[in-house]
């Protein structure tokens, strides 16, 4: 199950991504991201408070709050870096230095992915960085890319730390860290974050969603290698450029292709190894 438990975390993401970048549109990004980080709290301490933790300890409550400073700095310098108009460096940069230091990072915690596995982290990197678009940059955004991507695989490392028989507090706790990290500049500009109720509640419901993806990462972190779990998580960008062919007719060039064939690749070979 850790394989489908992965995946189901990366569909998540990219349904997520895919309507918090609709969303962008309409209401101001550090709306989106702070309700949304409030709207993952909710549904975390709630999804907690149903499934029972068989024995949580304070060390894992501070590895899932790691996790959400980790997501919560994500956020800010993503953000930082798709303001500066240049999503094709900050997305990709973000997305595949994550997964690279977030597989480094399982190695040298003791993971030994085999053969297949490798290859298959091997044909992840360029299908993700083919799949977002990715180009070749020296500004600030690849910076912000970095910072990013050390962000989110803080998120990953951090998260799968916690003991199993922790439950989901983890991802509740990792929630009140996000918000925590993200409260300082939704203070300073308090005008961005009034919204309509409507794209208000949108904004909720998106970041429900990403706390769901987060549960269901924690959930196959604990069957198998770090890893593995990451990478196949991590393909969440594909699904984005799919709902965009399919829901907003856009088109899809050849790298993007390229990048759609590799991600499936990669998906069989991790799921085999």
């Known amino acids: 199950m850790g394989p489908v438990l992965a995946l189901a975390s990366a569909v998540c993401y990219g349904i997520v991504d ?3 970048g609709l969303l962008s549109r309409r209401a101001h990004p550090a709306a989106v991201t702070f ?15 149903l499934l029972p933790a068989d024995g949580l300890r304070p060390a894992d409550l501070l590895w899932g709050a790691l996790s959400g400073v980790g997501s919560g700095a994500a956020m800010h310098f993503l953000n930082r870096g798709l303001s500066r108009g240049a999503m094709s460096v900050v997305v990709p940069v973000s997305a595949v230095t994550g997964v690279a230091l977030s597989v480094l990072c399982g190695v040298l915690l003791g993971d030994r992915p085999t053969l297949l596995a490798w290859i298959g982290i091997a044909v992840t990197v360029p299908a993700l960085w083919w799949v977002a678009g990715g180009r070749a940059g020296l500004g600030g955004e690849t910076g912000d890319g970095l910072l990013a991507s050390v962000g989110v ?11 199993p028989a922790s439950g989901l507090w983890p991802v509740a706790a990792g929630r009140v860290a996000a918000v925590l990290v993200l409260l300082p500049g939704a203070a300073r500009h308090p005008d961005r974050l009034r919204v309509p109720p409507r794209q208000g509640l949108q904004a909720l419901l998106i970041g429900a969603g990403a706390a769901l993806g987060l549960v269901l990462y924690l959930l196959a972190a604990g069957q198998q290698l770090l890893a593995v779990a990451v990478v196949l ?3 969440y960008p594909a699904l984005p450029v799919l ?10 060039g050849r790298r993007q292709t ?15 190894g």
């Open 35 to 49: 309700l949304g980080q409030l709207g993952g709290l909710l549904f975390a301490c709630g999804a907690a408070l």
């Open 233 to 235: 998580a991590s393909l």
């Open 153 to 163: 695989a803080v998120q990953y490392i951090a998260l799968a730390q916690a003991d």
């Open 18 to 20: 895919f309507a918090g």
């Open 243 to 252: 709902l965009g062919l399919a829901l907003l007719h856009e088109r899809v």
């Open 258 to 272: 390229a990048g759609l064939l590799g991600a499936a690749v990669a998906t069989v070979l991790l799921s085999l």
